[in-house]
């Protein structure tokens, strides 16, 4: 399957005045990669952070330009100054809030997209179904990962279970590769700590699933059956929904 050329020093764009120096150090290295995030504040405008990273990419410092929860009218305004490459946004069975809108424009514009979390944190692995969220773990203040949300969503990950027997992998390479077949233009990045999860995410590349196939799994995990929003309580305010940017 043709897959979408991912950035591979995409710098997000909110502190690009700041990375400056980073990137200026970094110059005479083989790395030019930026890690602000997207949604660190206070945030600068788009367009003067995009005309800073313009700079870069110009002065050679930066290769290729990408945006994190990024809304449609900021990545419009980013893409104005200079092409972006990729976005990034959460994408999976459970996050689909990018389809409407988000979607069809990084189509429009001619932009990448990197899916982030596409087995939603390890849900479709059986994080919180067959295997326990340690004490430590961040997803434990994770609204989708509280006990009483889990004990709901746990009838998802049962229904993902029997899909992916139907189609002889594992629920977390049939989530997976639900995301992959959303498009060429679609390149997610599955998180690991091991190899036999790693191995087995680049084995869900073998999947091959129809458009019917598309639509019965679609039809079964909807995430209007989730229990609980899909972000942190207290990063929820910097998704893209709210993280539009100021215009000047
Ligand atoms: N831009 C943003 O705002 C943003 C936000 C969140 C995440 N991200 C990025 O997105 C990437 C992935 O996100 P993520 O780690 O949150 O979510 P994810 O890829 O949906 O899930 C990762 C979890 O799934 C488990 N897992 C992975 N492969 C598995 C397999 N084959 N079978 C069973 N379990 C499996 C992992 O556990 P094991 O370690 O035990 O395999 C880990 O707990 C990361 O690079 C992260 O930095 C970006």
Same mark, same amino acid.
């Given at each position: 399957?043709? +897959?979408?050329?991912?950035?591979?020093?995409?710098?997000?764009?909110?502190?690009?005045?700041?990375?400056?120096?980073?990137?200026?150090?970094?110059?005479?290295?083989?790395?030019?990669?930026?890690?602000?995030?997207?949604?660190?504040?206070?945030?600068?405008?788009?367009?003067?952070?995009?005309?800073?990273?313009?700079?870069?990419?110009?002065?050679?410092?930066? #290769?290729?330009?990408?945006?994190?929860?990024?809304?449609?009218?900021?990545? +419009?305004?980013?893409?104005?100054?200079?092409?972006?490459?990729?976005?990034?946004?959460?994408?999976?069975?459970?996050?689909?809030?990018?389809?409407?809108?988000?979607?069809?424009?990084?189509?429009?514009?001619?932009?990448?997209?990197?899916?982030?979390?596409?087995?939603?944190?390890?849900?479709?692995?059986?994080?919180?179904?067959?295997?326990?969220?340690?004490?430590?773990?961040? *997803?434990?203040?994770?609204?989708?990962?509280?006990?009483?949300?889990?004990? #709901?969503? #746990?009838?998802?990950?049962?229904?993902?279970?029997?899909?992916?027997?139907?189609?002889?992998?594992?629920?977390?390479?049939?989530? *997976?590769?639900?995301?992959?077949?959303?498009?060429?233009?679609?390149?997610?990045?599955?998180?690991?700590? #091991?190899?036999?999860?790693?191995?087995?995410?680049?084995?869900?590349?073998?999947?091959?699933?129809?458009?019917?196939?598309?639509?019965?799994?679609?039809?079964?995990?909807?995430?209007?059956?989730?229990?609980?929003?899909?972000?942190?309580?207290?990063?929820?305010?910097?998704?893209?929904?709210?993280?539009?940017?100021?215009?000047?």
């Amino acid at each position: 399957m043709p +897959r979408a050329r991912a950035p591979s020093a995409a710098a997000r764009s909110t502190c690009a005045p700041a990375a400056r120096p980073a990137c200026t150090a970094s110059a005479s290295t083989t790395s030019t990669s930026t890690t602000s995030t997207a949604s660190t504040p206070p945030s600068p405008s788009r367009t003067r952070s995009i005309g800073e990273l313009k700079k870069l990419v110009e002065e050679g410092k930066v #290769k290729y330009i990408g945006l994190s929860e990024a809304s449609p009218d900021t990545i +419009r305004r980013a893409h104005a100054v200079h092409p972006i490459s990729a976005v990034q946004m959460e994408w999976s069975l459970w996050a689909r809030d990018i389809e409407p809108e988000i979607v069809p424009l990084c189509r429009e514009l001619g932009i990448g997209i990197v899916p982030y979390s596409p087995i939603a944190r390890g849900f479709f692995g059986g994080r919180g179904v067959t295997q326990q969220v340690s004490a430590e773990s961040s *997803l434990k203040g994770h609204p989708r990962f509280s006990a009483e949300n889990l004990e #709901k969503n #746990k009838q998802l990950y049962l229904k993902m279970e029997e899909l992916a027997k139907k189609h002889q992998c594992s629920p977390a390479q049939l989530a *997976l590769s639900w995301v992959l077949h959303q498009g060429d233009d679609v390149v997610p990045i599955p998180g690991t700590t #091991k190899i036999k999860n790693l191995d087995s995410n680049i084995d869900s590349l073998k999947v091959r699933l129809t458009e019917d196939d598309l639509k019965e799994i679609s039809n079964e995990i909807r995430e209007e059956d989730v229990a609980g929003g899909r972000q942190y309580t207290s990063f929820a305010k910097f998704t893209w929904n709210y993280a539009d940017t100021p215009k000047k």
